[in-house]
Nanobody
Framework: QVQLVESGGGLVQAGGSLRLSCVAS????????MGWYRQAPGKQREPVAV???????NYADSVKGRFTISRDNAKNMVYLQMNNLKSEDTAVYYC??????????????WGQGTQVTVSS
């Protein structure tokens, strides 16, 4: 069974920083993508930063230059360093994993989400 556990959310003032962490457990053979999405109240879930196999990364335009995604391959972890936070970054942040498992099946999973609240 695959589990994604996020941590690091919280309340921060505008201009501040937070670092989110997500660890994946389970019988993972290879990871295709691992990244962060967010959902603000009344809005659809949107991609924030995604790491792709081969090492490329994609960022939402709204976070470019402020957020950085990184991975620890050995630990199946992904991080999101968020700097210069703005009130519009307030959302529930979800970790997402798309991987191939020992069963040979490719599947995607979501974490439970972690709240990030930026006060202005």
């Amino acid at each position: 069974q695959v589990q994604l556990v996020e941590s690091g959310g919280g309340l921060v003032q505008a201009g501040g920083s937070l670092r989110l962490s997500c660890v994946a457990s389970g019988s993972i053979v290879s990871i295709n993508t691992m990244g962060w999405y967010r959902q603000a109240p009344g809005k659809q879930r949107e991609p924030v930063a995604v790491w792709r196999s081969g090492g490329s990364t994609n960022y939402a335009d709204s976070v470019k230059g402020r957020f950085t995604i990184s991975r620890d391959n050995a630990k199946n972890m992904v991080y999101l360093q968020m700097n210069n936070l703005k009130s519009e970054d307030t959302a529930v942040y979800y970790c997402n994993l798309d991987a191939i498992y020992v069963s040979g099946i490719r599947s995607g999973y979501w974490g439970q989400g972690t709240q990030v609240t930026v006060s202005s």
